[in-house]
Structures are given as C-alpha cells and as structure tokens.
C-alpha cells in the first residue's frame, strides 16, 4: 500500500515536468510589401491567440520592430488573429489564421498579405502617404536609418537622411564634439565627422563616407513642406539603436507643444536619445533630453524637423571641396557576452588582490582593468577606478574587453601649500587642496611598433563645479591586441596642457602576461 501511495505521489510531482516538456515555439512573422514590392516588417502588430475549441482568454502578444513573436504553446490547434487592423498604403490588412502545434516540434506561421483579408475603403490615397499608414508601421520602414553614434563622452541615436552619408541627431549628445563613431549595423561602425552643431536648435548634423550608406534609403525630412498641426494626447512612436546593436521602438504621447519642441512622455535612455519621431501623419522630429535631468531614464523631449531642415540647409556649402570622411572599419564591440559563471570561477580562483595592474607617466597614474577586477569589485565597496561615470552603462553587460585607464595625478599648488602653513600657525590643520596636474587629452598604444586601434577612446567626465570638468581617459581594447605576438606594447599619453608632447612608456612584460591570464578562462 505504502508503496502504492510513493508511486502514486511520483506520477503526480512527473506531471509539470512532461507538460514542460511538450511545449512547442511558434515563430510568427507578420510582412508586407510596400509600393515597391520589397517586403517590410509590421511592428508592433497585437495578434490574439487562442485554444480551439477556446479554453481560457485569447493570448495577446505584439510583434517585434523586425515584425516577428514567438510564443511558447503546448500541442494543440489553435486561432491566430488580429486584435486590430493595420493600415498600409491605402489598404487595411488583418489576419485570422489556424495552425496545429505539435509536441516536440515548432511551428512557423508568416502571416502575409497572401492570407489576411484586405479592405480597401480607406480611399485611393496614394501609395507610401503617411496618412494612410500606422506609426508603427512607418517606424519598422525606416528601423535601417537609425544608427548608433559613439562620442568620447556619450552615446546617443542618429538617423541617415541624405545619400551623401548626412546623420542628424541631437547637439547635446555631441557638444563640443568635432568627430565621432557611427555604428551603422553590428558589423560596420565608421568614423563620422561633425559637419554643423548648433546649440540653440539642439541639432547636430554629421558626416560618413557616402559609400557606406548605399545600401540605405534615407529617411526624407520633408523639409519646405506644410506639416499636420500637432496636439496634446497625440500619440508618438520614435526609434533607437542600442548599445549592443539592436533597434528598439517606444511609444508614448504629445504633453506638450511649443514652436521648436515638442514635450511627451516618452521614456528613454540617456543612451537613446536622438533618433527619429513618428506620428500618423510622419516624421516630426527627433528625440533628445534634458541635461539638468541626473536620471538614466527620462522623458525625452522631441526637436521639431523643421529645426533640422535649417541646418541641413548649410550642409552644401560645409561640404563643396571637402574630402569625405575616411570609408575605413573601426573596430567592434565583442559579440559574445562573458558567462556570469565563468567570471565567478575566474575570481574564486584568483590567488592574491583584485586590485587592477598599474604603472604611471610623469603626470598620469595608469591602469589596466579586466572584466576579473570589474567584477571581483561588485560585492565590496566600489574602488573609484571601478567607477566608470558616464560609461557605467557600458560595463553593465560585462563586456570580453581589456580597460586602459589613465587618471592625471592630483598636485597640491604653492599657494595652497602657504594658505594651509598660515592656518596651521592660527592652530587649523586643513587637508591638502590638490587639483590635477592637467586632464587627459588622448593616448596612443602600440603592439612592437604598429599603432592599434582601440574599440572605443572613451574619456570619464568628472565634474569639478558647474563649469569645470576633469577628463580621464577609459580605452577600450581586444585583449588579443596585445598579446605575445607585439614583442613590447609602448602607451604614449597626451595631456591637455601640452597636448603635442607625448610622454611614452613601455609596459611591464609580466603585466601582459596576468592580462593573458586574465582572458584565457573566459
């Protein structure tokens, strides 16, 4: 009997487990085709998903900015259907569609104009107006213009709008900025120079060889042309690139409309501000944030088009006889994430200090920073060389990169000096008042004597007062950029007070070693 029962209760605890393990994917994949005839992704399109015959409420689920969801089913048959139509050049399409899931094997469902039922009481509007064609679907058009530009300082989003290589984005990413890196898809990032920045318009017009863009169908301003009036409550969708590479799409409203800028509620990064803003009736701007805001994530603010269209206007005579910028492909970000375990091995099994691997220059303390120190440092008090500032986001993932830092050295000036021995003989002892010798302008590094490209040459923005900043440099490097086969690696470090003169050092040997050793488990 007793054992009756024990086989009994093991049926049941076997139960959850089975029905884990007969689920089934279904790809879905919603497209359809433009004036053209070249196939566009739908996103964000609301399917309902149900049993047949129906057993609990319809699933909902939205579509992807690539126009595609998958959904986790047990075996069964079940209805796919639009929960609202999708309006595209002058038609409305939706879908209701059955398919059988089998266990233990997945299932794909394109769902096409082919087989969505289609009504054309919209009117004739012509083809491609955006009028006739949902946000959403305008902003999955024109997800191959978004692009992501990296500044020493900032990350941000930008948008190709002319064929000649012209990206638009924000001035406040840019600032003083002259050139910057433009990561077109996660294969291709270029360099990009600053063409016209204007402060007052929060607009930044940028410049990439032509020959890179190609393959890319600008997205039209529509500049000279009468635009719909916008109003409070009207929806909003804009488009951002990540730093890891994907496009990311966001809704959100009008709260606000003034003549140059636009209010919403539309939640963004820092990191993704920039990019393009859709409404029903097109494109009416590009988003961008509010310096004073510390928050990470903040409503954006939209720049009104036409505000772009004034620089832009500048942009024939900026370019007549200037060479475009250089078509060369700069290094890329690793693909591969490091595994959480692995770098949980690699501590625990570190003998001796944590502690980053260091040598110094006349007037800057340098250090070489692997993923091991980053993160045998996130369970103890945070070192501040551990504290990357205004990168911090990019070191959130873990990323498979070598860390070269390099902080000016803090000096205490003479007269410093004097006022503290004039408060000590009034019986005041008073801290040392050091500010930098001078702030970190740029660096070179060499593998034996050829100059290697870093991935990014970040610089660590640290606020002295309001209108004071001092700079550390944060480069980014392969690891295998300076392995055995250079011989001697060699840094030259620039500084802002004598930006031509150079201080160089060769590293230590046994450094590069416990560099390679670092990397070699992960």
């Known amino acids: 009997m007793a054992r009756a029962l024990l086989v009994a209760a093991l049926s049941c605890l076997c139960v959850p487990a089975a029905v884990a393990q007969t689920l089934s994917t279904l790809h879905i994949t919603v497209m359809l085709p433009d004036a053209t005839g070249k196939m566009t992704p739908v996103a964000r399109h609301a399917l309902l998903i149900s049993e047949e015959p129906p057993s609990t409420e319809p699933r909902r689920i939205l579509t992807t900015l690539a126009g595609t969801a998958d959904v986790s089913l047990r075996p069964g048959r079940y209805a796919v259907e639009s929960d609202q139509p999708v309006a595209f050049d002058g038609k409305r399409y939706e879908w209701s569609q059955r398919i059988d899931v089998v266990a233990g094997r997945d299932a794909t469902l394109a769902l096409t104009a082919a087989n969505a039922s289609i009504d054309t009481a919209t009117g004739p509007?012509?083809?491609?107006?955006?009028?006739?064609?949902?946000?959403?679907?305008?902003?999955?058009?024109w997800q191959e213009t978004v692009v992501g530009l990296w500044t020493p300082t900032q990350y941000a989003s930008g948008f190709v709008v002319d064929a000649r290589g012209l990206i638009i984005t924000n001035q406040r990413v840019v600032g003083t900025a002259t050139s910057a890196e433009a990561q077109l898809t996660p294969e291709i990032k270029v360099k990009a120079t600053v063409l016209a920045s204007d402060p007052t318009r929060d607009v930044a017009l940028l410049w990439v060889n032509p020959s890179v863009v190609a393959s890319v169908r600008p997205l039209p301003l529509g500049c000279g042309q009468t635009r719909p009036p916008v109003a409070n409550g009207q929806e909003l969708y804009t488009l951002s690139a990540q730093m890891m590479g994907e496009k990311?799409?966001?809704?959100?409203?009008?709260?606000?409309?003034?003549?140059?800028?636009?209010?919403?509620?539309?939640?963004?990064a820092r990191a993704g501000a920039g990019g393009p803003v859709f409404t029903a009736g097109g494109l009416i701007g590009f988003t961008t944030l509010d310096d004073r805001d510390p928050d990470s994530r903040s409503d954006a603010r939209v720049v009104r088009i036409?505000?772009?269209?004034?620089?832009?206007?500048?942009?024939?005579?900026?370019?007549?006889?200037?060479?475009?910028?250089?078509?060369?492909?700069?290094?890329?970000d690793p693909q591969r994430q490091i595994a959480e375990s692995a770098l949980n091995a690699a501590v625990k099994s570190r003998a001796g200090s944590l502690s980053p691997y260091l040598m110094s220059t006349t007037g800057f303390d340098i250090a070489f920073i692997t993923p091991v120190h980053v993160y045998g440092a996130k369970d103890q008090v945070r070192r501040p060389v551990m504290d990357f500032a205004n990168w911090s986001d990019y070191m959130a993932d873990d990323p498979r990169v070598l860390l070269v830092r390099v902080t000016p050295k803090?000096?205490?000036?003479?007269?410093?000096?004097?006022?503290?021995?004039?408060?000590?003989?009034?019986?005041?002892?008073?801290?040392?008042m050091k500010r930098a010798?001078?702030?970190?302008?740029?660096?070179?590094?060499?593998?034996?004597?050829?100059?290697?490209?870093?991935?990014h040459p970040f610089l660590v923005e640290r606020r002295v007062s309001e209108t004071e900043a001092i700079y550390e440099g944060l480069y980014v490097f392969d690891p295998a950029a300076f392995g055995p086969q250079c011989g001697t690696v060699k840094l030259t470090v620039y500084s802002e007070a004598e930006p031509d003169k150079g201080d160089t050092r060769v590293v230590d040997p046994k450094v590069l070693q416990q560099i390679t050793q670092d990397f070699a488990p992960l």
């Open 306 to 332: 036409d505000q772009a269209c004034e620089v832009l206007a500048s942009a024939d005579t900026k370019m007549a006889g200037a060479m475009p910028p250089d078509a060369t492909h700069l290094p890329l």
């Open 125 to 141: 509007a012509a083809p491609g107006t955006p009028s006739d064609t949902d946000p959403s679907f305008l902003a999955s058009q």
């Open 410 to 432: 803090m000096v205490e000036a003479l007269w410093s000096k004097v006022a503290r021995g004039a408060a000590m003989t009034q019986g005041m002892a008073l801290p040392p």
């Open 437 to 455: 010798k001078s702030g970190f302008a740029r660096m070179r590094a060499f593998c034996g004597e050829t100059e290697v490209t870093p991935i």
């Open 248 to 268: 990311r799409l966001t809704l959100g409203g009008v709260t606000g409309v003034g003549p140059r800028l636009l209010l919403s509620d539309l939640t963004l």
